[in-house]
């Protein structure tokens, strides 16, 4: 299940992706099959060996092109252990809102970012967010939970301080809002046999979605979207930096004769 919309964020092959905060890995393996060279990277441990175990299976099961690269590791989001413009794309899904220090983890984002580079931030919605705080104050006061929710013109404006040119967001997982509405009412961390049976049907309900694919509740999914998306997605590039003028020490003899 991707966020993320790679119809609207163009990849290339070769590309140089950064996965930060990849969790799982869903989008880290979309790239990786789509020919990019992916870091994917994690301050979880354990979810760092099962994603490159996947990325591993990946390569056995020809799954990936010829060129595309991938590399599962632990680290920092506000300390990233790469140099300056190192890579083509940033993706940093459901992330920002469990970070105390979100500006810090932009900066580091556009530092390790290539001038024309992308970037993509997803983060819960406002709406929907607000309403799972008010059912269940566990949803978010554990640790690691999420610390603060994101108005759309929040997040975007935090990035353009960042330096970064938004140029387009949209809303996802209309379909998914319910469920996290019916787990807060009934308990967040009631999961399989012990979750009340309306939180057990609806996941039912979108294990089969995500497998199948149907062509009904996808088109449902995309006309509630823009009404209780679950996720805010933004886009933006870093723009390349103004030249500066020089001096051309041949020029000013030239002007000076």
Known sequence: MLTVDFTRFPLAAGDRVLDLGCGAGRHAFECYRRGARVVALDQNADEIREVAKWFAAMKEAGEAPAGATATAMEGDALNLPFPDESFDVVIISEVMEHIPDDKGVLAEMVRVLKPGGRIAVTVPRYGPEKVCWALSDA????????????KADELLARMRESGLK????????????PYWWLKCAFGVGKDGKDAALPVRAYHKLLVWD??????????????????????????????HLPRTATTDPAADTKAGA
């Open 139 to 150: 949803y978010h006061e554990v640790e690691g939970g999420h610390i603060r929710i994101y």
């Open 166 to 177: 938004p140029y387009g967001t949209h809303h996802a997982h209309a379909l998914h809002s």
């Open 210 to 239: 995500i497998m199948k694919k149907p062509r009904a509740t996808r088109v449902a999914e995309q006309l509630l979207n823009p009404v209780v998306g679950k996720s805010f997605v933004a886009y933006a590039t870093k723009p």
